[in-house]
Protein backbone atom coordinates (compact mmCIF):
# COMPACT_ATOMS: atom_id res chain seq x y z
CA UNK A 1 0.00 0.00 0.00
CA UNK A 2 1.08 3.56 -0.71
CA UNK A 3 0.20 6.79 1.43
CA UNK A 4 0.22 10.20 0.36
CA UNK A 5 -0.02 12.99 2.64
CA UNK A 6 1.16 16.51 3.18
CA UNK A 7 1.03 18.70 6.85
CA UNK A 8 0.44 22.12 6.90
CA UNK A 9 -1.27 23.04 10.59
CA UNK A 10 -3.82 20.59 9.38
CA UNK A 11 -4.33 17.51 6.61
CA UNK A 12 -4.03 18.34 2.99
CA UNK A 13 -4.42 15.01 0.92
CA UNK A 14 -5.32 12.27 2.47
CA UNK A 15 -5.24 9.19 0.07
CA UNK A 16 -4.81 5.53 -0.44
CA UNK A 17 -4.16 3.12 -3.08
CA UNK A 18 -3.91 -0.03 -4.00
CA UNK A 19 -2.23 -1.95 -7.05
CA UNK A 20 -5.89 -3.14 -8.34
CA UNK A 21 -6.43 0.39 -8.49
CA UNK A 22 -8.76 0.65 -5.60
CA UNK A 23 -8.40 4.19 -3.24
CA UNK A 24 -9.52 5.58 -0.19
CA UNK A 25 -9.43 9.31 -0.17
CA UNK A 26 -10.07 12.10 2.36
CA UNK A 27 -12.44 14.67 -0.15
CA UNK A 28 -11.93 17.20 1.95
CA UNK A 29 -11.20 17.97 5.63
CA UNK A 30 -13.87 21.18 5.59
CA UNK A 31 -13.83 21.92 9.55
CA UNK A 32 -10.16 21.29 10.60
CA UNK A 33 -9.98 19.53 13.88
CA UNK A 34 -11.64 16.76 16.14
CA UNK A 35 -15.10 17.61 15.14
CA UNK A 36 -15.58 18.18 11.71
CA UNK A 37 -17.93 19.37 9.62
CA UNK A 38 -20.42 16.21 9.42
CA UNK A 39 -21.65 16.05 5.68
CA UNK A 40 -24.88 15.09 4.98
CA UNK A 41 -27.82 15.36 2.14
CA UNK A 42 -26.52 14.70 -0.73
CA UNK A 43 -27.84 15.08 -4.40
CA UNK A 44 -25.99 14.90 -7.50
CA UNK A 45 -26.95 17.92 -10.08
CA UNK A 46 -25.34 19.03 -13.70
CA UNK A 47 -22.34 16.66 -13.00
CA UNK A 48 -21.17 18.12 -9.45
CA UNK A 49 -22.48 16.44 -6.07
CA UNK A 50 -23.99 18.79 -3.43
CA UNK A 51 -24.24 18.31 0.24
CA UNK A 52 -24.69 20.02 3.26
CA UNK A 53 -21.68 20.53 5.63
CA UNK A 54 -21.34 22.73 9.10
CA UNK A 55 -17.47 23.85 7.99
CA UNK A 56 -17.88 27.15 10.42
CA UNK A 57 -19.88 29.33 12.36
CA UNK A 58 -23.40 28.23 12.73
CA UNK A 59 -25.36 25.67 10.89
CA UNK A 60 -24.76 23.57 7.72
CA UNK A 61 -23.76 25.48 4.55
CA UNK A 62 -24.35 24.51 0.88
CA UNK A 63 -21.65 22.55 -0.65
CA UNK A 64 -20.63 21.08 -3.48
CA UNK A 65 -17.64 18.50 -4.85
CA UNK A 66 -16.48 17.25 -8.44
CA UNK A 67 -14.62 14.18 -6.34
CA UNK A 68 -11.58 16.48 -6.01
CA UNK A 69 -9.58 18.75 -3.10
CA UNK A 70 -9.86 21.83 -5.05
CA UNK A 71 -13.45 20.93 -6.71
CA UNK A 72 -14.76 21.29 -3.54
CA UNK A 73 -16.22 24.24 -2.75
CA UNK A 74 -18.44 26.53 0.01
CA UNK A 75 -21.51 27.79 -2.36
CA UNK A 76 -23.10 30.25 0.05
CA UNK A 77 -23.21 31.01 3.63
CA UNK A 78 -27.16 29.79 4.26
CA UNK A 79 -27.98 27.56 6.74
CA UNK A 80 -29.58 24.03 5.92
CA UNK A 81 -29.21 22.79 9.09
CA UNK A 82 -33.27 21.81 9.27
CA UNK A 83 -33.30 21.03 5.13
CA UNK A 84 -35.63 18.15 4.31
CA UNK A 85 -33.45 17.70 1.39
CA UNK A 86 -33.17 18.82 -2.73
CA UNK A 87 -35.37 18.54 -5.78
CA UNK A 88 -35.01 19.58 -9.10
CA UNK A 89 -37.26 21.54 -11.25
CA UNK A 90 -36.62 23.06 -14.34
CA UNK A 91 -33.16 22.24 -14.26
CA UNK A 92 -32.37 23.76 -10.94
CA UNK A 93 -32.00 22.90 -7.15
CA UNK A 94 -35.31 23.89 -4.69
CA UNK A 95 -34.97 23.48 -0.81
CA UNK A 96 -35.37 25.16 2.49
CA UNK A 97 -32.61 27.02 4.38
CA UNK A 98 -32.61 29.90 6.77
CA UNK A 99 -30.29 33.29 6.14
CA UNK A 100 -28.81 35.89 8.68
CA UNK A 101 -31.30 38.66 7.54
CA UNK A 102 -34.13 36.72 9.54
CA UNK A 103 -35.59 34.81 6.67
CA UNK A 104 -36.07 31.18 8.29
CA UNK A 105 -36.55 28.09 6.56
CA UNK A 106 -37.99 29.80 3.64
CA UNK A 107 -37.80 27.95 -0.12
CA UNK A 108 -34.37 28.54 -2.17
CA UNK A 109 -33.03 27.54 -5.73
CA UNK A 110 -29.86 27.44 -6.69
CA UNK A 111 -27.96 27.14 -10.26
CA UNK A 112 -25.23 25.86 -7.91
CA UNK A 113 -23.14 29.06 -8.88
CA UNK A 114 -23.29 31.46 -5.52
CA UNK A 115 -24.78 34.32 -7.43
CA UNK A 116 -27.49 31.64 -8.98
CA UNK A 117 -28.25 30.52 -5.14
CA UNK A 118 -31.14 32.81 -3.63
CA UNK A 119 -34.27 33.21 -2.09
CA UNK A 120 -37.18 32.52 -4.15
CA UNK A 121 -40.02 33.16 -1.62
CA UNK A 122 -40.89 34.43 2.16
CA UNK A 123 -44.30 31.80 2.78
CA UNK A 124 -44.19 32.89 6.41
CA UNK A 125 -42.91 36.57 6.83
CA UNK A 126 -43.78 36.08 10.83
CA UNK A 127 -40.60 36.64 12.47
CA UNK A 128 -38.88 33.36 13.64
CA UNK A 129 -41.72 31.27 11.99
CA UNK A 130 -40.29 30.07 8.28
CA UNK A 131 -42.64 27.60 6.23
CA UNK A 132 -40.10 24.78 6.12
CA UNK A 133 -40.85 23.92 2.55
CA UNK A 134 -40.72 20.21 2.04
CA UNK A 135 -42.25 16.75 0.16
CA UNK A 136 -41.46 18.87 -3.38
CA UNK A 137 -43.03 16.96 -5.86
CA UNK A 138 -43.42 17.73 -9.93
CA UNK A 139 -46.51 17.95 -11.38
CA UNK A 140 -48.49 19.21 -14.41
CA UNK A 141 -45.68 21.64 -15.31
CA UNK A 142 -45.40 22.77 -11.44
CA UNK A 143 -43.16 21.67 -8.41
CA UNK A 144 -45.61 21.42 -5.84
CA UNK A 145 -44.81 20.98 -2.02
CA UNK A 146 -46.49 22.10 1.24
CA UNK A 147 -45.61 24.71 3.75
CA UNK A 148 -46.18 26.18 6.82
CA UNK A 149 -47.91 29.68 6.00
CA UNK A 150 -49.97 30.96 9.18
CA UNK A 151 -49.11 31.03 13.00
CA UNK A 152 -50.66 29.86 15.91
CA UNK A 153 -51.48 26.33 16.70
CA UNK A 154 -51.29 23.63 15.65
CA UNK A 155 -49.43 24.15 13.25
CA UNK A 156 -50.76 23.72 9.68
CA UNK A 157 -49.39 23.21 6.24
CA UNK A 158 -51.28 23.59 2.87
CA UNK A 159 -49.99 23.06 -0.90
CA UNK A 160 -48.23 25.89 -2.90
CA UNK A 161 -46.74 25.50 -5.94
CA UNK A 162 -44.04 27.04 -7.90
CA UNK A 163 -43.09 27.72 -11.64
CA UNK A 164 -39.68 28.60 -10.60
CA UNK A 165 -40.28 32.48 -9.86
CA UNK A 166 -41.31 34.33 -7.03
CA UNK A 167 -44.31 35.62 -8.98
CA UNK A 168 -45.32 31.95 -9.48
CA UNK A 169 -45.11 30.48 -6.27
CA UNK A 170 -48.63 30.43 -5.07
CA UNK A 171 -50.50 28.62 -2.26
CA UNK A 172 -53.38 26.58 -3.89
CA UNK A 173 -57.36 26.77 -3.41
CA UNK A 174 -57.21 23.80 -0.77
CA UNK A 175 -58.48 23.95 2.88
CA UNK A 176 -57.14 20.75 3.58
CA UNK A 177 -54.22 20.84 5.42
CA UNK A 178 -51.77 18.57 3.21
CA UNK A 179 -48.92 16.95 5.66
CA UNK A 180 -46.55 14.94 2.64
CA UNK A 181 -47.73 14.66 -0.28
CA UNK A 182 -46.31 10.46 -1.94
CA UNK A 183 -46.90 10.37 -5.39
CA UNK A 184 -48.57 10.94 -8.35
CA UNK A 185 -50.73 8.43 -9.64
CA UNK A 186 -53.36 8.51 -12.22
CA UNK A 187 -53.02 12.22 -13.00
CA UNK A 188 -53.34 13.38 -9.36
CA UNK A 189 -50.72 13.56 -6.34
CA UNK A 190 -51.69 11.86 -3.85
CA UNK A 191 -50.58 12.40 0.23
CA UNK A 192 -52.02 12.59 3.72
CA UNK A 193 -54.00 15.38 4.79
CA UNK A 194 -56.87 16.31 7.25
CA UNK A 195 -59.69 18.49 6.55
CA UNK A 196 -60.02 21.88 7.11
CA UNK A 197 -61.09 21.56 10.86
CA UNK A 198 -58.25 19.14 11.43
CA UNK A 199 -60.67 16.08 11.57
CA UNK A 200 -60.27 13.02 9.04
CA UNK A 201 -56.89 12.35 8.58
CA UNK A 202 -56.67 10.32 5.62
CA UNK A 203 -54.74 9.62 2.37
CA UNK A 204 -56.26 12.00 -0.62
CA UNK A 205 -55.72 12.36 -4.49
CA UNK A 206 -55.59 16.05 -5.54
CA UNK A 207 -55.29 18.35 -8.74
CA UNK A 208 -53.95 21.18 -6.88
CA UNK A 209 -57.78 22.29 -6.69
CA UNK A 210 -60.51 22.88 -4.57
CA UNK A 211 -63.08 20.77 -7.00
CA UNK A 212 -60.23 18.37 -8.01
CA UNK A 213 -59.39 16.81 -4.01
CA UNK A 214 -61.25 14.14 -3.18
CA UNK A 215 -60.74 11.54 0.09
CA UNK A 216 -59.60 7.87 -0.63
CA UNK A 217 -59.54 6.62 2.63
CA UNK A 218 -59.74 7.71 6.14
CA UNK A 219 -56.93 6.35 8.09
CA UNK A 220 -54.75 7.49 11.39
CA UNK A 221 -51.31 7.04 9.89
CA UNK A 222 -50.02 5.23 6.38
CA UNK A 223 -46.71 3.61 4.88
CA UNK A 224 -45.83 5.57 1.65
CA UNK A 225 -48.26 4.24 -0.67
CA UNK A 226 -46.21 1.85 -4.06
CA UNK A 227 -47.55 1.27 -7.33
CA UNK A 228 -47.45 -2.92 -8.32
CA UNK A 229 -49.75 -3.69 -11.42
CA UNK A 230 -51.33 -0.36 -11.95
CA UNK A 231 -52.62 -0.57 -8.27
CA UNK A 232 -51.51 1.77 -5.25
CA UNK A 233 -50.71 -0.52 -2.26
CA UNK A 234 -50.15 0.78 1.20
CA UNK A 235 -50.19 -0.14 5.00
CA UNK A 236 -52.02 1.46 7.73
CA UNK A 237 -52.40 1.41 11.38
CA UNK A 238 -55.10 3.17 13.40
CA UNK A 239 -54.87 4.61 17.25
CA UNK A 240 -56.35 2.34 18.60
CA UNK A 241 -54.26 -0.48 21.10
CA UNK A 242 -53.15 -3.17 19.61
CA UNK A 243 -54.79 -2.73 15.91
CA UNK A 244 -52.45 -4.50 13.49
CA UNK A 245 -51.91 -2.62 10.43
CA UNK A 246 -53.70 -3.88 7.44
CA UNK A 247 -52.94 -3.77 3.81
CA UNK A 248 -55.44 -1.86 1.37
CA UNK A 249 -54.98 -1.73 -2.44
CA UNK A 250 -56.61 1.44 -4.26
CA UNK A 251 -57.25 2.39 -7.99
CA UNK A 252 -56.91 5.86 -6.73
CA UNK A 253 -61.13 6.47 -5.83
CA UNK A 254 -62.88 5.54 -2.65
CA UNK A 255 -64.89 3.62 -4.34
CA UNK A 256 -62.09 1.69 -5.84
CA UNK A 257 -60.03 1.46 -2.10
CA UNK A 258 -60.54 -1.94 -0.21
CA UNK A 259 -58.81 -4.18 2.48
CA UNK A 260 -56.53 -6.62 1.33
CA UNK A 261 -55.05 -8.37 4.71
CA UNK A 262 -56.65 -7.35 7.66
CA UNK A 263 -53.15 -8.35 10.01
CA UNK A 264 -50.27 -7.35 11.01
CA UNK A 265 -47.94 -5.45 7.51
CA UNK A 266 -45.68 -3.32 7.30
CA UNK A 267 -42.55 -2.15 5.02
CA UNK A 268 -44.15 -2.81 1.18
CA UNK A 269 -41.70 -2.94 -1.62
CA UNK A 270 -41.93 -4.18 -5.04
CA UNK A 271 -39.02 -7.17 -6.33
CA UNK A 272 -39.16 -9.75 -8.91
CA UNK A 273 -43.06 -8.66 -9.87
CA UNK A 274 -44.05 -9.42 -6.80
CA UNK A 275 -45.34 -7.04 -3.64
CA UNK A 276 -43.40 -7.64 -1.11
CA UNK A 277 -44.21 -7.13 2.89
CA UNK A 278 -43.49 -8.24 6.26
CA UNK A 279 -46.38 -9.94 7.90
CA UNK A 280 -47.19 -11.89 11.20
CA UNK A 281 -49.58 -14.55 10.77
CA UNK A 282 -49.77 -15.00 14.52
CA UNK A 283 -48.26 -18.76 13.51
CA UNK A 284 -44.53 -17.54 12.50
CA UNK A 285 -43.74 -14.23 13.68
CA UNK A 286 -42.81 -11.32 11.70
CA UNK A 287 -41.05 -12.85 8.52
CA UNK A 288 -40.69 -11.61 4.80
CA UNK A 289 -43.89 -12.15 2.33
CA UNK A 290 -45.12 -11.76 -1.20
CA UNK A 291 -48.40 -11.15 -2.83
CA UNK A 292 -48.24 -11.85 -6.60
CA UNK A 293 -51.41 -10.14 -7.07
CA UNK A 294 -53.95 -13.25 -6.57
CA UNK A 295 -52.11 -15.03 -3.97
CA UNK A 296 -50.43 -14.64 -0.76
CA UNK A 297 -47.50 -16.97 0.77
CA UNK A 298 -44.62 -16.85 2.85
CA UNK A 299 -41.37 -16.39 1.52
CA UNK A 300 -38.98 -17.65 4.09
CA UNK A 301 -39.57 -18.56 8.15
CA UNK A 302 -36.37 -17.49 8.81
CA UNK A 303 -37.00 -18.02 12.59
CA UNK A 304 -38.88 -20.67 13.62
CA UNK A 305 -38.91 -19.26 17.27
CA UNK A 306 -39.76 -15.68 16.98
CA UNK A 307 -39.27 -12.66 14.77
CA UNK A 308 -37.01 -13.46 11.38
CA UNK A 309 -37.67 -9.83 9.42
CA UNK A 310 -35.63 -6.72 10.42
CA UNK A 311 -35.27 -4.24 8.28
CA UNK A 312 -33.84 -2.81 4.43
CA UNK A 313 -34.90 -3.69 1.39
CA UNK A 314 -32.06 -2.52 -1.24
CA UNK A 315 -32.88 -3.99 -5.13
CA UNK A 316 -29.56 -4.66 -6.73
CA UNK A 317 -31.13 -4.53 -10.23
CA UNK A 318 -30.02 -7.84 -11.24
CA UNK A 319 -32.49 -9.99 -9.40
CA UNK A 320 -31.38 -9.33 -5.92
CA UNK A 321 -32.99 -8.07 -2.67
CA UNK A 322 -30.58 -7.53 0.66
CA UNK A 323 -32.38 -6.86 4.10
CA UNK A 324 -31.70 -7.72 7.50
CA UNK A 325 -33.04 -10.43 9.72
CA UNK A 326 -32.41 -12.52 12.54
CA UNK A 327 -32.78 -16.69 11.73
CA UNK A 328 -32.23 -16.96 15.97
CA UNK A 329 -29.14 -18.01 16.14
CA UNK A 330 -27.03 -14.97 14.50
CA UNK A 331 -28.75 -12.12 15.74
CA UNK A 332 -29.53 -9.10 13.24
CA UNK A 333 -27.58 -9.80 9.82
CA UNK A 334 -27.43 -9.60 5.91
CA UNK A 335 -29.60 -11.63 4.12
CA UNK A 336 -30.03 -11.76 0.14
CA UNK A 337 -32.80 -12.76 -1.54
CA UNK A 338 -33.90 -13.90 -5.26
CA UNK A 339 -37.47 -13.67 -4.56
CA UNK A 340 -37.70 -17.48 -3.44
CA UNK A 341 -37.22 -19.80 -0.32
CA UNK A 342 -34.30 -21.19 -1.56
CA UNK A 343 -32.59 -18.25 -2.92
CA UNK A 344 -33.27 -16.55 0.50
CA UNK A 345 -30.26 -17.16 2.75
CA UNK A 346 -27.95 -15.44 5.32
CA UNK A 347 -25.37 -13.40 3.14
CA UNK A 348 -22.70 -13.13 5.77
CA UNK A 349 -22.67 -13.46 10.19
CA UNK A 350 -20.51 -10.66 10.24
CA UNK A 351 -20.57 -10.06 14.19
CA UNK A 352 -20.73 -13.80 15.21
CA UNK A 353 -22.89 -14.91 18.17
CA UNK A 354 -26.60 -14.03 19.36
CA UNK A 355 -25.89 -10.52 19.01
CA UNK A 356 -28.06 -7.52 19.14
CA UNK A 357 -27.09 -6.99 15.64
CA UNK A 358 -28.06 -3.66 13.42
CA UNK A 359 -30.69 -3.31 10.89
CA UNK A 360 -29.39 -2.47 7.42
CA UNK A 361 -30.49 1.45 6.54
CA UNK A 362 -27.40 2.60 3.98
CA UNK A 363 -26.89 0.92 0.62
CA UNK A 364 -24.98 2.32 -2.27
CA UNK A 365 -24.69 0.06 -5.61
CA UNK A 366 -21.41 1.00 -7.42
CA UNK A 367 -19.37 -0.65 -10.31
CA UNK A 368 -21.49 -4.01 -10.15
CA UNK A 369 -21.33 -3.97 -6.11
CA UNK A 370 -23.17 -3.06 -3.24
CA UNK A 371 -22.42 -1.24 -0.13
CA UNK A 372 -23.70 -1.02 2.92
CA UNK A 373 -22.87 0.03 7.23
CA UNK A 374 -22.89 -2.40 8.98
CA UNK A 375 -21.53 -2.98 12.87
CA UNK A 376 -18.69 -5.21 13.26
CA UNK A 377 -18.53 -6.01 17.15
CA UNK A 378 -21.29 -3.77 18.63
CA UNK A 379 -18.65 -1.01 18.89
CA UNK A 380 -18.10 -0.43 15.08
CA UNK A 381 -19.86 1.09 12.54
CA UNK A 382 -18.11 0.07 8.80
CA UNK A 383 -18.32 0.39 5.57
CA UNK A 384 -18.70 -3.27 3.35
CA UNK A 385 -18.64 -4.53 -0.09
CA UNK A 386 -20.78 -7.39 -1.30
CA UNK A 387 -20.82 -9.24 -4.60
CA UNK A 388 -23.35 -11.18 -3.51
CA UNK A 389 -21.57 -13.92 -1.99
CA UNK A 390 -20.33 -15.02 1.66
CA UNK A 391 -16.41 -14.46 0.62
CA UNK A 392 -16.95 -11.68 -1.40
CA UNK A 393 -18.70 -9.72 1.57
CA UNK A 394 -15.95 -7.75 3.32
CA UNK A 395 -14.90 -4.75 5.47
CA UNK A 396 -13.22 -1.35 3.30
CA UNK A 397 -11.64 0.75 5.56
CA UNK A 398 -8.09 2.91 5.32
CA UNK A 399 -5.06 1.41 6.91
CA UNK A 400 -4.27 2.35 9.85
CA UNK A 401 -7.76 3.37 10.97
CA UNK A 402 -8.28 4.30 14.26
CA UNK A 403 -9.99 1.39 16.11
CA UNK A 404 -10.97 3.85 19.10
CA UNK A 405 -13.42 5.50 16.86
CA UNK A 406 -17.04 4.31 15.29
CA UNK A 407 -16.17 5.17 11.79
CA UNK A 408 -19.85 5.63 9.76
CA UNK A 409 -21.62 6.21 13.58
CA UNK A 410 -22.69 9.30 11.75
CA UNK A 411 -23.01 8.97 8.27
CA UNK A 412 -26.50 8.98 7.43
CA UNK A 413 -26.51 7.87 4.07
CA UNK A 414 -24.16 6.27 0.95
CA UNK A 415 -24.26 7.92 -1.97
CA UNK A 416 -22.82 6.76 -5.92
CA UNK A 417 -21.54 9.39 -7.30
CA UNK A 418 -19.06 8.99 -10.60
CA UNK A 419 -17.81 5.31 -9.76
CA UNK A 420 -16.49 6.11 -6.71
CA UNK A 421 -18.87 5.91 -3.03
CA UNK A 422 -19.38 8.78 -0.95
CA UNK A 423 -20.18 9.23 2.94
CA UNK A 424 -18.93 11.05 6.08
CA UNK A 425 -16.47 8.84 8.36
CA UNK A 426 -14.02 9.19 11.23
CA UNK A 427 -11.22 7.23 10.78
CA UNK A 428 -8.40 9.52 12.60
CA UNK A 429 -8.25 11.28 15.63
CA UNK A 430 -7.16 14.65 14.62
CA UNK A 431 -9.52 14.38 11.66
CA UNK A 432 -13.36 14.94 12.43
CA UNK A 433 -16.38 13.46 11.10
CA UNK A 434 -15.95 14.58 7.45
CA UNK A 435 -16.22 13.50 3.37
CA UNK A 436 -14.57 10.74 2.26
CA UNK A 437 -14.64 8.40 -0.69
CA UNK A 438 -13.53 5.06 -1.62
CA UNK A 439 -13.23 4.26 -5.35
CA UNK A 440 -13.17 0.43 -6.36
CA UNK A 441 -11.22 -1.07 -8.79
CA UNK A 442 -11.88 -0.41 -12.19
CA UNK A 443 -14.58 -2.62 -13.98
CA UNK A 444 -14.70 -0.71 -17.23
CA UNK A 445 -18.02 0.72 -16.91
CA UNK A 446 -18.02 3.74 -18.41
CA UNK A 447 -16.55 1.65 -21.80
CA UNK A 448 -19.67 -0.83 -21.54
CA UNK A 449 -22.19 2.09 -21.08
CA UNK A 450 -21.17 3.67 -24.24
CA UNK A 451 -21.61 0.43 -25.98
CA UNK A 452 -24.55 -0.16 -24.88
CA UNK A 453 -26.06 2.78 -26.84
CA UNK A 454 -29.29 3.65 -24.98
CA UNK A 455 -31.87 5.26 -27.00
CA UNK A 456 -34.97 6.21 -24.74
CA UNK A 457 -37.39 8.76 -27.27
CA UNK A 458 -39.71 10.37 -27.37
CA UNK A 459 -39.07 12.16 -23.74
CA UNK A 460 -41.36 13.40 -23.01
CA UNK A 461 -43.87 10.90 -23.78
CA UNK A 462 -47.77 10.92 -23.49
CA UNK A 463 -48.99 7.55 -23.57
CA UNK A 464 -45.92 5.52 -24.74
CA UNK A 465 -41.85 5.59 -25.12
CA UNK A 466 -39.62 3.66 -27.36
CA UNK A 467 -36.10 2.11 -25.69
CA UNK A 468 -33.57 0.51 -28.00
CA UNK A 469 -30.05 -0.63 -27.08
CA UNK A 470 -26.96 -2.13 -28.75
CA UNK A 471 -25.23 -5.56 -27.26
CA UNK A 472 -21.66 -6.04 -28.73
CA UNK A 473 -22.10 -10.11 -27.13
CA UNK A 474 -24.41 -12.35 -25.52
CA UNK A 475 -25.87 -10.97 -22.43
CA UNK A 476 -27.67 -11.25 -19.35
CA UNK A 477 -30.38 -8.07 -19.55
CA UNK A 478 -32.66 -6.50 -16.93
CA UNK A 479 -34.94 -3.61 -17.84
CA UNK A 480 -36.65 -1.92 -15.43
CA UNK A 481 -38.87 1.32 -14.95
CA UNK A 482 -38.75 2.69 -11.21
CA UNK A 483 -40.69 5.60 -9.82
CA UNK A 484 -38.61 8.70 -7.58
CA UNK A 485 -38.66 6.69 -4.65
CA UNK A 486 -36.67 4.19 -6.23
CA UNK A 487 -39.39 1.51 -6.36
CA UNK A 488 -39.77 -0.88 -9.28
CA UNK A 489 -42.94 0.23 -11.12
CA UNK A 490 -42.76 -2.03 -14.11
CA UNK A 491 -40.43 -4.66 -15.12
CA UNK A 492 -39.94 -5.26 -19.13
CA UNK A 493 -36.79 -7.82 -18.82
CA UNK A 494 -35.30 -10.05 -15.61
CA UNK A 495 -32.59 -10.73 -16.44
CA UNK A 496 -32.46 -12.21 -19.87
CA UNK A 497 -30.23 -13.78 -21.92
CA UNK A 498 -30.08 -11.55 -25.41
CA UNK A 499 -28.04 -11.67 -28.19
CA UNK A 500 -25.86 -9.54 -30.01
CA UNK A 501 -26.97 -6.83 -32.13
CA UNK A 502 -30.02 -3.91 -31.29
CA UNK A 503 -32.87 -4.71 -29.04
CA UNK A 504 -36.09 -2.32 -29.27
CA UNK A 505 -38.78 -2.22 -26.44
CA UNK A 506 -41.98 -0.06 -25.60
CA UNK A 507 -42.95 1.12 -22.20
CA UNK A 508 -46.72 2.21 -21.72
CA UNK A 509 -46.77 4.46 -18.79
CA UNK A 510 -50.47 4.05 -17.13
CA UNK A 511 -50.21 7.27 -15.01
CA UNK A 512 -48.60 10.80 -15.87
CA UNK A 513 -45.30 11.59 -13.88
CA UNK A 514 -41.31 11.28 -13.61
CA UNK A 515 -39.68 8.04 -13.78
CA UNK A 516 -36.77 6.30 -13.96
CA UNK A 517 -35.86 3.82 -16.98
CA UNK A 518 -32.93 1.03 -15.80
CA UNK A 519 -30.77 -0.84 -18.13
CA UNK A 520 -28.73 -3.25 -16.76
CA UNK A 521 -26.04 -5.57 -18.62
CA UNK A 522 -24.42 -8.24 -17.08
CA UNK A 523 -24.65 -6.32 -13.93
CA UNK A 524 -23.73 -3.02 -15.30
CA UNK A 525 -26.46 -0.35 -15.03
CA UNK A 526 -27.32 2.79 -16.90
CA UNK A 527 -30.64 4.76 -16.10
CA UNK A 528 -32.06 8.03 -17.58
CA UNK A 529 -34.96 10.09 -16.40
CA UNK A 530 -38.09 9.77 -18.48
CA UNK A 531 -40.99 11.92 -18.37
CA UNK A 532 -45.04 10.75 -19.16
CA UNK A 533 -47.44 13.63 -19.49
CA UNK A 534 -50.84 13.06 -20.33
Not at 8 to 23: E, G, L, M, R, Y
Not at 131 to 151: R, V
Not at 265 to 294: C, K, M, R, T
Amino acid sequence: MKKHFALAAWIITFSFSSANSQTFSLVKDMAPGIYGSWPNKFHEYSGKLFFAAADSGVGYHLWMTDGTETGTEKIKDIDLSYTYGFAEYNGKLFFNASDNTGNENELWTSDGTTAGTYLLKNINSSPFAGSYPGGFIEYNGKLFFTAIDTIGFPLTRHLWYTDGTSQGTLRTDLSNIILAPYLVYNNKIVCLGRDSDQNNTGLYSTDGTKAGTSQIKIVDGINIPVIYNSKMYFSIYTSQPYTPDQLWVSDGTEMGTQLLKDSSVGILSVFDNQLFFIHDDGVHGYEPWAYDGSNFHLLKDINPNGDGWGSGGFDDGNGHLYFSADNGATGLEPWITDGTDSGTHLLKDIFPGIDPGYNLSSFALCNSRIYFVADKDNQHSDLYETDGTSVGTVLIEPPGASPYYDHLAFSNSLYSFQNSVYFAAIYFGYIGNELWKYTPASTGISENISKFNLKIYPNPFSSSINISFTLQKNSGVSLEVLNLLGQKVKTILRNENQSPGSHQYTFTSPCEGIYYMKLTVDGISSSQKIICQK
